[in-house]
């Protein structure tokens, strides 16, 4: 990986505005098709890159496994606020009309399963779904206004038609020549390496 | 999608072959021990004596029992309460007769509508399997043979009061328009044939498709696949609340057909999981149908269990909160005491609670063991909610009528059962080989 | 190659969705707190205390001269309404008692013109209530669970906020604090028994309104106390 | 009959938008193989420029025309509902026996509307229909609009509109909690969740295709605006592994809670013991009829939509026609449960039953009992016509008769059995009033003026979706077939496509 720069490099660079002592902190790389991408993205796993990402306009099939990622830990959140949300309801509507506030009306029991399942239900899955929404904004660390890769002007095709790499520069293998080297060689067709 | 390899047909065995003697043979046994124990433990707890004394119920363990002497109809349609009675309040063999009959009943109904369901969105994932569900719903004719005792005139009144309510009654003068004997055995004929003919029309549509690969019947049975389904929807329906609301004449309930729909839909998929783990146990069609496959039929089991539970909370909710008489006396013979009580919880707890959260997990459904745990536990508990449809009338909900014929009876009728899906299954593929929608269906993956 | 650029959104932009976060919750919990303390009846209402026209004090005529509550509003146990005294109850005594006095001036020219003294009502239940002081003095619900130690007021304020909740308090749970019907306006009694001792000649009195039953448990008449129509009519 | 149409100066195409796109027919079924979802030539590029061309381009004429005269009709909104909170509601026609008018017809009727949005959004996408994601986006919109208009009518109708936060259980001076025993607290509950969860599950949805909107932006305010909303979101793909497991469970949650929502709404009605009411088939009944209204409003707004923004490509005739099956299995759902209520109020032997329904098909309301009938029941029949079901103009006019039958299937239901009760002598006939009808129409201000901004303003079709089923369609048309392709090639398939 440390070949002396003998040529060109393979990349443009593009360098916060202001920045005193530029450094690089993402490299990514262009795909042209989903295909290409999923063929690079396994041979950048098996490289052994760890802080790398890949961009795609759509989630595409079979990446999270060329890719190597592990399943989420969503569903326990998910339910458990769901869990919180029976129980809750349940334990809400026994303490207010059970025990807060009983009050006699049609005859009807203070407290019931019957009764009480509609609202129980309904808080189980509203709940739930904030457990689904808040743990995919809290694992993703989203919302994340600021992130060096908007620098790119290529890199707005990532949400349209384009597949990109990107490579922190945190990762140990990091290295803005030879990766850029590799990737070429799997078939990207466009380097960056986004300085700041 | 295109990363998955297509699995060659050629090389997976297909047919029964074999099988199909050991399938025999073991339906024979469980139908022999059936009859066999029917009769010696019926025999013991006094369940045949009926036909020689007309008044004559009641099972063994509470035959001793002073307070509940035997067979005193009369005084308890009449007497007890002082109204007329709906329901035939003694017990008779037909009873869990009727149960068993009920419980494969549904699961029959469960096959014709997936059948139907199918062709109808045009599905391939289930194209995998759908030569299983037309087997099982040939089992109608058994089905059919099997209902023809219940029906004979001698016997029916066993079951059904309205055949003779009591004097006065005048609920059941009301309807009796509909409820009597010949118009029921004209609506009974009417059903099995809607059934029979569905389910010999589309399994001998499939199975010709395998030798002449015509397209044409794949669109043809999905033409008549909307008909066809109005058809089902119209005769489970009616059939639901002739055999088993009309047990109870003056109670009512609309969404009646669809409980038993729900219950019907979910016991098919059970079934239908335990078929293919037996035969790929048995080395059949091991690799077309895949985990995926699993994982569906799973879903299927876990949304029906959702759905049944639905539309059992809808309808005893409504009757609970409102409390008119009329309407809750139904439930209030199934949970004034505590047998009946438990029984009820024992269906929430059981079929629903259990086994929701027991298959939500994917990888329970895909592991074919846990699957089949969750399959035969709700196959149990469809009985347990036919039973729990049928027997409570008996004494009006004040016994817990159990007897080993309730065992007994069931076993005979799955050794049946098992033989009419054997031969049903025999002489020809278990896959609906020219299917078009085969390559999509083995390629299918859950994404 | 190299080019400059800036993003959208610079990096402290996500340092401040954080913070506006975290202050939402602060703000938020500020609120909540606001609204349960500040807005409390029991901050806004009770210890309402209006300087009146005549600085009537009930600490010298109830709590030392011992004139009983209903010697001037004669009406609590007959009506819903607890009468303020006319000018005339007043007069009774101060034609010679003090009948020269500077602070009673308004007394006495209510009295000569027969224009009645502007007193300024203190428990003022909001217009949807309908509060009856028979039916609760009648029945063993003495002046001070309401009122306060009144005999002990110079001015009289509000000790109580009056609030809907606080009505309930008593209405859901009633033993502690009824007393036999002829103790009503002693507003001393009950200092030397202990809660407990409240309690159970409390549920003795109930029993007689019918509220508890001989087992000493509440009764479904009970539930008359918290329907809505009691109150509100 | 088309040409002649498009004659019409309003309905020729250049005028009413820029229908770049063409009509091709792709219903044709033929075992062997599956049509495409998306004709024309669309690849990634040209989804995205379509679809944020809808809210990058200058807005059409035909859209300026429909924003301005939904905001017109909306105006009485804010004419009357200012004249009911000023005066009460005896503004309305309600009186006794009939207390309960158009305010909880029209309440039913929007939750109703509002739940074809979720039953796309999540139960297709759980039965893995890919034909959900060219409509999804819209009929999730109209999901909350619908759903906003719901929540007007309860919102105004506690009289005393600033106090309709007590339907919420807070804590309060009055040490008060709500009656959880009653079943409009569970319908504050279940339309309460269902708002929130689908516009959770709308937003989580928009989010990359509102960053797409973002990277194609060219001035500031786009990028500001269309990047807060987006979150920073850059298509990664660790994120879109969270994202599509989160989306997969607020679709398994959105499932169970659409039908909850619809059955809660019935137990309104159910749970009491007013004749004609109280019938166990409610709450499934409700539901098919809530997604058959649904359905209706999803192809009435779409018909329209597609011509007016050129996306005749990406929902194409057979998106519309799976729809109008939809719409024809629903409807005989409906038909049903009808058929049902009639068969056990006949079986029931129930005295005041019986009458109830028989009143309701022959007694004062016949004309809206029969209005009901032919527009639910016997007008999407028409569907069972495979030229029925993919002409656009008679697809338009049946929705359009099933949005009114589905109206009058809540007035029905509403005021038959109010009308004519178990007191014969305080039996009465319903009149609404001017601010009834004037709330009424203004509510489809409300949502009609909602769906134009949200046509304008966010992507209107899941555009990340989309390019997802593409996607699928270039892998599988081309690895599938050779393993079988003996087979196939040996039938005589070219009659199969017709």
Same mark, same amino acid.
């Given at each position: ?196 | ?48 004596? *009926? ?7 009641? &099972?063994? %363990? =509470?035959?001793?029992?002073? +307070?509940? /002497?035997?067979? !005193? *109809? ?7 309460? &002082?109204? %007329? =009675?709906?329901?035939?309040? +003694?017990? /008779?063999?037909? !009873? ?21 369901? !199918? ?329 | ?233 | ?498």
């Amino acid at each position: 990986m440390s070949e002396p720069k003998t040529h060109e490099p393979a990349f443009d660079t593009i360098t916060a505005e202001g920045s005193v002592d530029p450094k690089p902190v993402v490299l990514i790389a262009e795909f042209e098709t989903a295909d290409q991408l999923m063929s690079a993205a396994e041979k950048v796993r098996d490289e052994g890159f760890k802080r790398w990402d890949c961009h795609t306009p759509y989630p595409i099939h079979g990446l999270d496994g060329a890719m190597g990622i592990r399943p989420t830990i969503l569903p326990w959140i998910v339910l458990g606020g769901g869990f919180t949300g029976f129980c809750g309801g349940l334990l809400m509507q026994g303490w207010m009309n059970g025990i807060s506030y009983p009050f006699l009306i049609s005859g009807k029991p203070f407290f019931s399963i019957p009764a009480s399942i509609p609202v129980a239900f309904e808080l189980t899955i509203l709940l739930s779904a904030f457990g689904a929404f808040g743990g995919m904004l809290a694992l993703n660390g989203l919302p994340r206004m600021f992130n060096p890769l908007f620098r790119s002007d290529r890199f707005r095709r990532a949400t349209a038609d384009r597949f990109f790499i990107s490579i922190e520069a945190r990762d140990r293998r990091f290295d803005a020549d030879s990766n850029a080297r590799f990737l070429r060689g799997i078939g990207a067709n466009a380097i960056e390496v986004i300085e700041e | 999608m295109g990363h998955k390899q297509t699995i060659d047909l050629s090389t997976e065995n297909r047919s029964l072959g074999g099988l199909s003697g050991q399938l025999i043979g073991f339906g024979a046994v469980l139908a022999v021990l059936g009859l066999i124990g029917t009769l010696l433990l019926g025999n013991l707890e006094g369940a045949f004596e *009926s036909h020689s004394e007309p008044h004559a119920a009641g &099972g063994a %363990a =509470h035959s001793s029992d002073p +307070t509940h /002497s035997n067979g !005193h *109809s009369a005084d308890h349609s009449g007497g007890d309460h &002082g109204m %007329a =009675h709906g329901y035939v309040s +003694t017990w /008779s063999i037909w !009873h869990p007769y009727l149960v068993s009959a009920s419980w494969l009943l549904a699961i029959c109904l469960g096959a014709i509508f997936f059948v139907l369901i !199918h062709h109808v969105t045009m599905a391939s994932w289930s194209t995998v399997v759908r030569r299983l569900a037309e087997a099982v719903s040939r089992n109608f004719v058994l089905m059919g043979l099997l209902f023809i005792p219940i029906l004979m005139p001698g016997q029916m009144d066993k079951l059904y009061k309205w055949i003779h309510p009591d004097p006065g009654d005048s609920i059941i003068a009301v309807k009796e328009a509909y409820l009597n004997y010949d118009f029921f055995l004209i609506r009974m004929a009417i059903y099995f044939l809607i059934w029979i003919g569905l389910s010999f029309w589309y399994h001998k549509n499939s199975v010709q498709q395998d030798a002449d690969g015509d397209l044409k019947r794949t669109t043809r049975m999905a033409h008549f696949s909307p008909l066809g389904l109005i058809l089902f929807a119209m005769s489970i329906t009616f059939a639901a609340y002739d055999i088993l609301m009309s047990l109870d004449a003056h109670w009512f309930s609309t969404i009646f057909g669809v409980y038993l729909f729900g219950g019907s839909v979910l016991s098919f998929h059970a079934f239908l999981a335990l078929i293919v783990i037996w035969l790929q146990a048995n080395g059949r069609l091991t690799r077309a149908v895949s985990d995926e496959h699993m994982q569906d039929i799973g879903k299927m089991m876990f949304a029906f269990t959702v759905f049944w539970a639905y539309i059992a909370f809808s309808q005893y909710m409504l009757y609970w909160y409102a409390n008119i008489p009329e309407e809750t006396a139904w439930f209030l013979r199934r949970q004034e005491n505590m047998l009946w009580g438990s029984w009820g919880w024992l269906l929430i707890i059981g079929r629903f609670l259990i086994p929701f959260l027991f298959i939500m997990s994917k990888h329970v459904k895909r592991s074919r063991p846990t699957l089949a745990v969750a399959a035969i536990w709700m196959l149990i508990m469809q009985w347990a909610d036919m039973y729990y449809l049928v027997m409570p009338q008996i004494n009006g909900g004040e016994e817990f009528p159990f007897t080993m014929v309730d065992i007994t009876i069931p076993i005979g009728f799955l050794g049946l059962f098992l033989i009419g899906l054997a031969l049903s299954l025999r002489g020809h593929s278990l896959i609906a080989e020219k299917d078009p929608r085969m390559p999509e269906s083995l390629a299918f993956e859950n994404a | 190659m190299t080019t400059m650029r800036s993003p959208i959104f610079p990096p402290w932009v996500d340092t401040l969705i954080k913070l506006i976060g975290a202050g939402a919750g602060v703000s938020g919990l500020y609120v909540v707190l606001m609204i349960y303390f500040g807005a409390s009846p029991k901050t806004l209402n009770a210890g309402y205390m209006p300087e009146q026209p005549v600085p009537y004090s009930h600490e010298l005529h109830v709590g030392e001269l011992g004139i009983d509550c209903r010697y001037c509003h004669n009406t609590v146990e007959k009506t819903g309404f607890a009468a303020v005294p006319p000018t005339a109850t007043c007069m009774n005594c101060h034609q010679n008692v003090a009948p020269t006095s500077n602070k009673l001036k308004p007394i006495r020219h209510s009295f000569e013109t027969g224009l009645p003294v502007e007193w300024i009502k203190v428990h003022d239940l909001p217009d949807h209530v309908y509060f009856n002081h028979s039916a609760h003095v009648t029945r063993g619900v003495s002046c001070v669970e309401c009122h306060g130690r009144v005999d002990r007021m110079v001015e009289v304020e509000q000790v109580a906020p009056l609030s809907m909740g606080w009505c309930l308090d008593c209405h859901r749970n009633p033993v502690g604090r009824v007393r036999p019907v002829d103790k009503v306006t002693d507003l001393d009694w009950g200092l030397d028994r202990t809660q407990e001792e409240k309690e159970v000649q409390g549920i003795e009195i109930l029993k007689g309104l019918g509220l508890y039953d001989a087992d000493g448990e509440p009764t479904v008449r009970m539930t008359l106390l918290t329907n809505c129509s009691t109150c509100h009519r | 009959m088309k040409h002649l149409l498009e004659k019409i100066p309003f309905i020729r195409p250049e005028i009413l938008g820029n229908a770049q796109s063409q009509e091709i027919d792709n219903t044709s079924y033929s075992p062997a193989e599956r049509q495409p979802w998306i004709t024309g030539e669309n690849d990634n590029t040209t989804i995205t420029d379509k679809v944020c061309g809808i809210l990058e381009d200058k807005p059409t004429f035909g859209w300026v025309m429909f924003f301005l005269l939904s905001l017109s009709v909306l105006g009485l909104l804010g004419v009357f509902v200012p004249f009911l909170i000023f005066w009460g509601v005896g503004v309305w026609g309600v009186n006794n026996p009939v207390g309960w008018g158009y305010a909880i017809v029209n309440f039913v009727f929007w939750v109703g509307i509002g739940h074809a949005g979720t039953l796309i959004s999540a139960i297709l996408f759980l039965f893995r229909q890919k034909w959900r994601t060219s409509i999804n986006r819209a009929a999730e919109a109209m999901t909350i609009f619908a759903v906003m208009c719901a929540g007007l009518f309860p919102g105004i109708h506690v009289g005393r509109a600033w106090f309709a936060y007590w339907m919420f259980p807070l804590p309060n001076q009055m040490e008060l909690w709500p009656n959880f025993r009653s079943p409009l607290l569970w319908d504050v509950f279940a339309v309460g969740t269902y708002f929130t969860v689908s516009l959770l599950f709308w937003y989580m949805g928009m989010v990359p295709d509102l960053a797409t909107v973002r990277d194609r932006a060219n001035n500031w305010i786009r990028r500001l605006a269309y990047g807060a909303l987006s979150m920073g979101w850059t298509g990664s793909n660790r994120q879109w592994h969270v994202y599509e497991r989160s989306y997969l469970l607020l679709a398994s949650l959105a499932t169970p809670l659409v039908l909850s929502v619809h059955s809660v709404v019935s137990f309104d009605f159910a749970v009491s013991q007013v004749a004609g009411w109280h019938t166990t088939i409610f709450p499934p009944y409700f539901v098919a009829g809530a997604i058959f209204s649904g359905f209706a409003m999803v192809v009435t707004l779409l018909v329209p939509a597609r011509q007016l923004f050129g996306l005749k490509e990406i929902i194409t005739l057979r998106h519309l026609e799976n729809m109008n099956k939809v719409i024809m299995l629903t409807g005989m759902l409906v038909g049903y449960a009808y058929a049902q209520e009639f068969f056990i109020a006949w079986y029931g032997g129930v005295k005041v039953e019986k009458f109830a329904f028989m009143n309701r098909a022959f007694g004062q309301y016949a004309w809206a009992y029969w209005i009901m009938v032919s527009c639910n029941v016997i007008s999407p029949q028409i569907f069972w016509f495979k030229k029925a079901r993919t002409n656009i103009w008679i697809m338009f006019v049946v929705s359009i008769f099933v949005n009114i039958g589905m109206w009058f299937e809540r007035f029905v239901i509403t005021v038959t059995s109010l009308a004519n009760d178990y007191t014969p002598a305080a039996w009465d006939y319903y009149t609404p009033k001017l601010a009834d009808v004037g709330i009424m129409i203004g509510a489809f201000g409300l949502f009609f003026t909602l769906f134009a901004l949200f046509c304008r303003f966010l992507p209107f079709i899941a555009m990340s979706e989309v390019k997802g089923v593409i996607a699928d369609a270039a892998h599988s048309t081309p690895s599938e077939k050779p393993a079988e392709s003996g087979d196939a090639e040996s039938a005589p398939s070219p009659a199969a496509g017709s």
